[in-house]
Nanobody, 116 residues
Framework: QVQLVESGGGSVQAGGSLRLSCAASGSTFSINSMGWYRQAPGKQRELVAVITRGGSTDYIDSVKGRFTISRDNAKNTVYLQMNSLKPEDTAVYYC??????????WGQGTQVTVSS
């Protein structure tokens, strides 16, 4: 079992920055890729960014050049640095971890609100 705890959400004005953190505990040796989804009101959850255990990354087009995902394997933590935030980035952001032997683990979600 893996538990994920997120932190770092909040409210900012457009153009501002936030950094989300997601700390994993438990059977962290079973974690493969990690990433972030988001879900805005009335919309489907969408994959924002993913990072493999080796550090390869991928992003949804709408955040490329503004968001950076990184991970510290020693601390079992994944980060999402969000710059140049836009109102359309407003959503609940969920961290996840792909596990070798168990279903995907999810964080509890953290609210990000960007005002214009």
């Amino acid at each position: 079992q893996v538990q994920l705890v997120e932190s770092g959400g909040g409210s900012v004005q457009a153009g501002g920055s936030l950094r989300l953190s997601c700390a994993a505990s438990g059977s962290t040796f079973s974690i493969n890729s990690m990433g972030w989804y988001r879900q805005a009101p009335g919309k489907q959850r969408e994959l924002v960014a993913v990072i493999t255990r080796g550090g390869s990354t991928d992003y949804i087009d709408s955040v490329k050049g503004r968001f950076t995902i990184s991970r510290d394997n020693a601390k079992n933590t994944v980060y999402l640095q969000m710059n140049s935030l836009k109102p359309e980035d407003t959503a609940v952001y969920y961290c996840y971890a792909e596990l070798t032997w168990d279903p995907r683990a999810w964080g509890q979600g953290t609210q990000v609100t960007v005002s214009s």
